[in-house]
């Protein structure tokens, strides 16, 4: 029987509106801070994204791939609650060693930097610590890079207990070479009843102020991993216990903002947060679904990808990245009405290939928002991804079609059973008819004679319970 119910349309509720909602309800107010007018002064600074200009610097590729690149970097900037004032892109060999730019550019954007009246420069790349220190000290405010900006959303964005800790070891991993100090704080030492009163052996030289921050935050990171480590034993011990049942899993994998979580809420109804905004979810969500044929499986919405993600990122998720590697089938979401789909496919695909396994799995392309796409890129990824099916997770198109691909994309059910199961184990029934294909069942008086289709740990159960309907007959 075939259950349309499950992919009708979604209520409002549905697509997580109050956690929308809570989400809008902080935001950062323009023109407030408290922070010290001189950045060079500054030992930890909060991220104050307010006024930006944006800065990449184009080495490769097209005029269109660098802006398209800048593009998203204001995407970015926006989500993190800041106004774009200006965006400049400066073609170059390679970006200069000492201030990312040029001497000459750092100068002209200091200009650009004072007209506009901004107070941040976003960099579209990974900045070394002495790029940000030399390009602050040309241009007299704030730098930061892609990579503080997408772990500034992130820290927003994070709600779980696992995520947030995830996202707090990224950033210490992030600040631990790019610590700063107030000039004579870097040489001043701690010694004798500064170190804690240790007494004798304690006096003498003893750490500098940087040194013993270093080695807090080295600490810190210490106890951070050794917290993801036993919040992941549950996710694993929950993935072995699917496995165990043999109850398939598929993964949805995608750029950032291609519409996972509208996915996944169009085919579960799972109420998941969607936001037309930047990585809006981080916290991974594990649904159950059934196939139009009725066969049960589990489908995991993963964090979003995106160009250059850092790898304090990568390394902090790799528990919440396991989703992928450990499932059955993967969705590969794409924005199709995105200027760059192929770039994106490219970008989670580079990501897939560090997830130990997930490279050799079987993948679905779906090109999401066909609504708003031009039908002549729809047809281009489709002519060039073998298995690729185009839909729209907000008005419900082509998601009933995506879900008989899903079936027969899913480990087959390789076992057929004609058995006399004992009504005392009608658990087994119970999960021929949700893990398997059910093709009859007639209740006799021993029991229930079953004929299924079904995976092999449970067709071994069947087996070693069940009578061969021939010895029943006889």
């Known amino acids: 029987m075939t259950r349309m119910h499950e992919y009708s349309a979604l209520e409002p509720f549905e697509t997580g509106e109050m956690d929308l909602e809570e989400r809008q309800a902080l935001r950062r107010v323009a023109g407030l801070s408290t922070e010290l007018q001189d950045v060079s002064e500054v030992e930890y600074r909060q991220l104050r994204l307010e006024r930006v200009v944006l800065v990449g610097v184009w080495t490769s590729g097209t005029a269109e791939d660098a802006e398209n690149s800048l593009l998203e970097l204001k995407l970015l900037a926006e989500t993190a609650g800041s106004e774009v004032l200006e965006g400049l892109i400066q073609r170059r060999q390679k970006p200069d060693p000492a201030t990312y730019i040029g001497s000459g550019k750092a100068?002209?954007?200091?200009?650009?930097?004072?007209?506009?009246?901004?107070?941040?420069?976003?960099?579209?790349?990974?900045?070394?610590?002495?790029?940000?220190?030399?390009?602050?000290?040309?241009?007299?405010?704030?730098?930061?890079?892609?990579?503080?900006?997408i772990l500034d959303i992130f820290a927003q964005h994070a709600k779980s207990r696992e995520g947030k800790a995830q996202v707090e070891l990224a950033q210490l991993q992030y600040l631990l070479p790019r610590l700063?100090?107030?000039?004579?704080?870097?040489?001043?030492?701690?010694?004798?009843?500064?170190?804690?009163?240790?007494?004798?052996?304690?006096?003498?030289?003893?750490?500098?102020?940087?040194?013993?921050?270093?080695?807090?935050?080295?600490?810190?990171?210490?106890?951070?991993?050794r917290q993801i480590s036993g919040m992941s034993t549950s996710r694993e011990?929950?993935?072995?216990?699917?496995?165990?049942?043999?109850?398939?899993?598929?993964?949805?994998?995608?750029?950032?903002?291609?519409?996972?979580?509208?996915?996944?809420?169009?085919?579960?109804?799972?109420?998941?947060?969607?936001?037309?905004?930047?990585?809006?979810?981080?916290?991974?969500?594990?649904?159950?679904?059934?196939?139009?044929?009725?066969?049960?499986?589990?489908?995991?919405?993963?964090?979003?990808?995106?160009?250059?993600?850092?790898?304090?990122?990568?390394?902090?998720?790799?528990?919440?990245?396991?989703?992928?590697?450990?499932?059955?089938?993967?969705?590969?979401?794409?924005?199709?009405?995105?200027?760059?789909?192929?770039?994106?496919?490219?970008?989670?695909r580079e990501v897939i290939a560090d997830i130990e396994g997930a490279s050799e799995l079987p993948e679905i392309v779906v090109i999401n928002k066909a609504d708003a796409a031009d039908p002549d890129v729809l047809d281009r990824i489709s002519r060039r991804e073998r298995d690729s099916i185009v839909v729209s997770a907000r008005t419900g198109a082509g998601i009933a079609e995506l879900m008989e691909l899903i079936e027969r994309r899913l480990p087959r059910l390789d076992h057929e059973v004609t058995l006399l199961v004992p009504y005392e184990r009608g658990d087994l029934v119970s999960r021929a008819h949700k893990e398997g294909e059910v093709l009859s069942v007639d209740h006799v008086e021993d029991g229930t004679v079953l004929h299924a289709r079904v995976l092999g740990g449970l067709f071994q159960e069947l087996e070693r319970v069940g009578k061969p309907v021939e010895r029943v007959s006889s």
């Open 107 to 149: 100068l002209e954007l200091r200009d650009i930097v004072e007209s506009t009246g901004a107070d941040t420069v976003i960099c579209d790349g990974e900045l070394t610590p002495g790029q940000l220190r030399q390009l602050e000290d040309t241009v007299k405010v704030k730098v930061i890079d892609r990579t503080a900006l």
């Open 237 to 348: 011990t929950m993935r072995q216990r699917r496995a165990k049942r043999e109850v398939p899993a598929v993964a949805i994998a995608g750029y950032t903002n291609a519409g996972k979580s509208s996915l996944l809420n169009r085919v579960t109804g799972a109420g998941v947060l969607v936001e037309d905004a930047l990585f809006a979810t981080l916290d991974p969500t594990v649904r159950r679904a059934r196939t139009p044929e009725g066969r049960l499986f589990t489908i995991a919405d993963t964090v979003g990808f995106v160009r250059h993600l850092p790898h304090q990122l990568v390394e902090a998720f790799r528990s919440t990245l396991e989703e992928v590697g450990d499932a059955d089938l993967i969705l590969h979401v794409v924005d199709g009405s995105h200027p760059d789909p192929e770039g994106q496919l490219a970008a989670v």
């Open 180 to 225: 700063r100090g107030w000039g004579g704080n870097l040489s001043r030492q701690v010694g004798g009843r500064a170190a804690g009163g240790v007494g004798i052996g304690g006096r003498g030289p003893g750490e500098t102020k940087i040194e013993l921050d270093r080695r807090r935050i080295r600490e810190r990171m210490s106890k951070l991993r």
